[in-house]
Every structure is written in C-alpha cells, then in structure tokens.
C-alpha cells in the first residue's frame, strides 16, 4: 500500500512539474481564439458596414455582395472598405511603434506581465467597443476607428501582447529547449485557427442567426479569460534582472524615460562577437519582410468575394483547411526537420520563406478555386519561419535584453502601416 501511495505521490508530482512549465500558453490560446472565432466575422462586418450604412444600400444586397448580380456595387463598396482599413491600420499600429521604443527596455527592467495586462485590456476594449459598433446601426464603418482601433491602441494592443509574451517564455526556458517551447506555444495558439475559424463560420451561419452582436460578445468574454488568466497564473518578475513596479518613485516616468529608447538603440547597435550584430540586422529585417504576407486577410476576403463569388462560408472553409494544415506543419515537420534531421535554423528558415512565395504565386495566378487551394497547401509551410527566427533572435542575445522583441514589433507595425 506505501508502494502504491508513493507511486501515486511521484505521478502527481510529475503531473504538477509538466503543469509548471505551462505559462503564458493559455493567454495566446484564449486571445487567438478570440480573434480567429470573428476573423471571418469581423471581415464581413466591415464590409456589411461600409454596404448599409456608407452607401445606404439594403439588406438584401449588403447580405448578398458575392453575388455575380450586384458586382459593380460590390468594387464600390470594396473601395470604402479598403480605405476604412487603411486608416484603420494607421491607427492600429502608429502609436504602439511609439510605445515599443520604451516598452521593450521597461519591461527588462519591471517583468513582463504589466505591459502584457495592459495590452490585453487594451483589445478587450476593442472587442467590447466592436459590440457597441454593432448595436449602433447608423454609425458609419469609420466610426470603428474613433472608438474601438485608436483607443484599443493605445495600450500597446498586439505589440504588447507578443512582445511580452516571447519575452516572458524566453525568460523561463533554457536556451537548449527554447526552439521547441516556441514552437509548441506557436502550435497551441495556431491550433485556434481552424477552430476558431470554423466554430466562428457554424455559429454565425447555424446558431445565431448571422448575428454580428453576439459574435463579438463571445469574443469579448475570451478576452476576459485571457486578462483572468494572466493576472492570476503569470509572475510579476520573470527573471532575477527585473525590479518590482513598486520601486518607481513615478509610475509614468518610469515608463516614459528616454533612457529606454536608448537603451533599445544601444541594445541593437551595440557591437556583439562573431558578427551577431550583423545577423540580428539580417533577423529583423527578415522578419519585416516576411510580415508583408502575415497581414493580408481583409484583402484576400474581398479578394475571393469578388473573383470566386465566395460567401463569408465558403472562405471560412478555405481558412479552416489552409490553417489546419499549418498546425500540421509545425507540429510534425518541425520538430522532424529540427530535432530527428538536425537541419540548422536557416535551412528551415529558408524553406519556409520559398513555400511562402510560391503560395503567393498561386493566388495571384487563380482564377479557379482548385488553384487558390494550392496556393493554401504551400502556404502552410510558411508559419515555421516566425518560430525559427524568434529563437535565432533569443539565442543572439542575453536574458536582460528581451527588449529585442519590441525592435521586432516596431519592425513589424512600421512595415504594416505600408499596406
């Protein structure tokens, strides 16, 4: 009997130590799940916006815009839409390219769950605000950008969600297994995506009847767990550099101190041996480049809208297969390529950015959606480039300079703000 209470004993510690190393996964998980349930959604809704209340048109056509019937309203409405998102991402990422300058050096030096809280605050607001935005039928699509997109931004949003939650696993992981704990948190909210999405589409289409509100009620309450679960699991300090918040004599000047700007310009100009500088040039740069293609989906929605005459179903169905696949990927390619072939982080590097090229030459090409779903099955190679590049990035420099993930999402709105 003490055998099988000992044996029971060393299970469960085995279970709590493998519990242990599960941290800022589950507030990616929550968040993207939130986002990719009305990725489709929130696409359509804009549309659906700029159709019935930009140019007054009715619900039968502003419900019906792939039909063949209407397609001269549809490149009409398309046009609104496309300058709606335009701004649109001018306010969403022109003030956290500001923040990420003192963000990434604070947060080396305060930990990472504040600057995270914050930003997930910040896209809660903007989920809520989206509910408000539905109830309000004759507000204008551009009034989503004076309530919900320029306020939400004002919190750091997406860049403080990443930027803080790489550094965060960074801190807490060896450099030996820091690829793989990447790319599993990578795969665990990837995995939302062709859940979220197909959960989004069924809900939308079967359950609610196409109700725009209660989609977006559904995303705020996972933008709540997500904050829940982030105040409750994660430490207030990470690692043993970072001082507690409480030992500022201001809160706002601690934050806004322009010595973290040059901290951050020290931290990615300062001289590193064996040419490191130079290859952590090399990673952001790629990984700027590579965020052309990551910020396509409002116009690939009207894309297939208009070319294929998809309904908001039917690219639900491609995104759920295209996103299934790239789970696949990184959850067997992956670890097969960097752990059982040992291929070096620049070859899988490389293979990604090639799949992701000639994905892109496909969907330009298509004029049937036989080839547009090729296109989806090379893309799905592409996400095993941000995983790869963010650990090269982490083995570069040391645990106190995690202000390097701000550089890279300063690199990635700046980039963003030219689509």
Same mark, same amino acid.
């Given at each position: 009997m003490d055998g099988e209470e000992r044996s029971d004993v060393s299970v469960r510690n085995k279970f709590l130590k493998y519990l242990s190393y599960i941290t800022v996964e589950p507030t990616l998980v929550l968040y993207m799940m939130a986002f990719m349930t009305t990725s489709v959604v929130e696409q359509s809704f804009y549309v659906y916006k700029s159709c019935s209340v930009n140019h007054r048109y009715n619900d039968t056509i502003c419900h019906n815009m792939n039909d063949k019937r209407y397609e001269n309203i549809t490149k009409e409405v398309q046009k609104t839409t496309s300058v709606f998102h335009l701004w649109n991402n001018i306010a969403?990422?022109? /003030?956290? !390219?500001?923040?990420a300058l003192f963000m990434g050096s604070w947060s080396d030096r305060r930990g990472r769950k504040l600057p995270l809280l914050i930003g997930l605050t910040g896209k809660l607001y903007f989920s809520a605000m989206i509910v408000v935005n539905t109830l309000k039928t004759d507000w204008p699509v551009e009034y989503i950008i004076y309530t919900a997109s320029a306020p939400s931004a004002m919190t750091g949003a997406d860049v403080a969600i990443f930027a803080a939650a790489y550094a965060y696993l960074c801190d807490v992981s060896s450099p030996r297994h820091r690829t793989t704990r990447v790319t599993i948190m990578e795969v665990c909210y990837l995995a939302t995506m062709p859940t979220g999405v197909a959960l989004g589409s069924f809900l939308f289409? +079967?359950?609610?009847?196409?109700? %725009?509100t209660i989609m977006f009620v559904i995303n705020t309450i996972l933008m709540a767990l997500s904050v829940i679960y982030t105040l409750i699991r994660l430490d207030w300090q990470s690692n043993e550099h970072q001082r507690p918040l409480s030992e500022a004599k201001n809160i706002f000047l601690d934050f806004f101190d322009y010595n973290h !700007? !040059?901290? *951050? !310009? +020290? *931290?990615? *100009? +300062? +001289?590193?041996?064996?040419n490191r500088r130079t290859y952590l040039y090399c990673l952001i740069? $790629? $990984?700027?480049? %590579? /965020?052309?293609?990551?910020?396509e989906r409002e116009v690939m929605y009207m894309y297939c809208q208009l070319v294929f005459n998809w309904t908001l179903g039917q690219f639900s169905n491609f995104r759920t297969f295209q996103s299934a696949l790239q789970d696949a990927v990184l959850l067997i390619a992956m670890p097969l390529m960097s752990g059982l072939l040992g291929w070096r982080d620049t070859?899988?590097?490389m293979l990604g950015a090639a799949a992701h090229a000639t994905a892109r030459i496909f969907y330009s090409a298509a004029n049937v959606a036989y080839v547009f779903y090729i296109g989806g099955v090379f893309a799905s190679f592409g996400p095993i480039v941000a995983p790869v590049i963010r650990s090269m990035v982490s083995k570069i420099v040391s645990n106190s300079e995690k202000v390097v993930y701000s550089l890279r999402e300063i690199f990635f709105r700046t980039t963003q703000l030219g689509h």
């Open positions: 969403s990422h022109g /003030v956290p !390219v500001i923040l289409n +079967k359950v609610l009847n196409k109700s %725009y !700007v !040059v901290a *951050t !310009v +020290k *931290t990615i *100009t +300062k +001289k590193r041996r064996n740069i $790629m $990984m700027s480049i %590579y /965020v052309f293609q990551r910020d070859a899988i590097a």
